[in-house]
């Protein structure tokens, strides 16, 4: 037997050591989160964000297309459903 890492248990050991290349590893796995949820979003008509890694995981917001569109089945297990909406429209900040 042999101990197993996720892979966001391995970034957060390698910033938690401050290691050198925690940070570049980081933006690596960020990276292909969003590839991998552009590819998932555009094979399902729906809108992707971007993948960030926050509190020991990595995940990617998604969105409906448009309003009333259905969560696609295949994704209804992963979160609660009452999150699935359209993006909102960003809001500039007032100074």
Not at 44 to 59: H, R, W
Not at 65 to 89: I, K, N, R, T
Request: glycine share 6%; with cysteine; net charge negative.
């Amino acid at each position: 037997m042999a101990f197993q890492l996720r892979i966001e248990e391995i970034i957060s050991a390698l910033q938690e050591i401050n290691h050198p290349k925690a940070r570049s590893l980081t933006i690596a796995l960020e990276e292909l989160g969003t590839i991998a949820v552009r590819e998932l979003c555009s094979s399902l008509n729906i809108v992707p964000g971007e993948a960030t890694f926050d509190l020991g995981f990595v995940a990617a917001p998604i969105y409906a297309s448009e309003e009333g569109q259905a969560l696609p089945a295949v994704l209804a297990h992963y979160d609660d459903q009452d999150e699935w909406s359209v993006q909102l429209p960003m809001q500039g900040l007032l100074i």
